[in-house]
């Protein structure tokens, strides 16, 4: 592992604010190479300083929101999952969960949450038996209302040839 390697792995895992001896302190590196590589992640806004005068740094990003809502207890959706999984439901033509957890590298359990709560924000559609993407307007909204059973509902609906009707 190289100095900047140690560096940045001590700086993801240390929430509090720090100098260059702390790094020192606690990475073994010599305080001198430590000052020639700080410069360069203050360029790469790997940390921030809070302090000039002595030189105090902290992580950037250490208190980083994530924004979720919950409907099942233990569950919360994120809206970056959330798009992941719509952008791969954009690149194929998927019928089944099983399919798409293989893709996504997720349980089939997760799948069918995520499209539960995207179908019921009219996120998600099934046509022609297919998980079709409609808009994307209403992702930050995922997990605040969720109809049970709505994935089954659909596929009723595909069943006798139809499908929702856009407003």
Known sequence: MTDRELILNFINQYDRPFNTDTIAQLTSIQ?????QILPKLLQSQAI?????????????N???ARIGYQHYKGWTFSITDSHK??????????????????IIGKSRQWVYIYLEAMASIEVVD??????VVISRQNVPKIGR???KGILGQLRS???????????
């Not at 305080?31 to 000052?35: E, T």
């Not at 099934?126 to 998980?131: A, D, E, F, S, T």
């Not at 609906?157 to 856009?166: A, M, T």
């Open 157 to 167: 609906l595909n069943r006798i040839g139809g499908h929702r009707s856009q407003d």
């Open 145 to 147: 209302k969720v109809q």
């Open 48 to 60: 921030k300083p809070i302090e000039d005068s002595p030189p105090i740094y902290v992580r950037a």
């Open 31 to 35: 305080a001198d190479i430590i000052d």
């Open 85 to 102: 999984l719509l952008d791969i439901l954009e690149q194929g033509r998927y019928k089944s969960i099983r399919e798409i957890a293989q």
């Open 62 to 64: 250490r208190y980083q």
């Open 126 to 131: 099934l046509r022609g038996y297919i998980y």
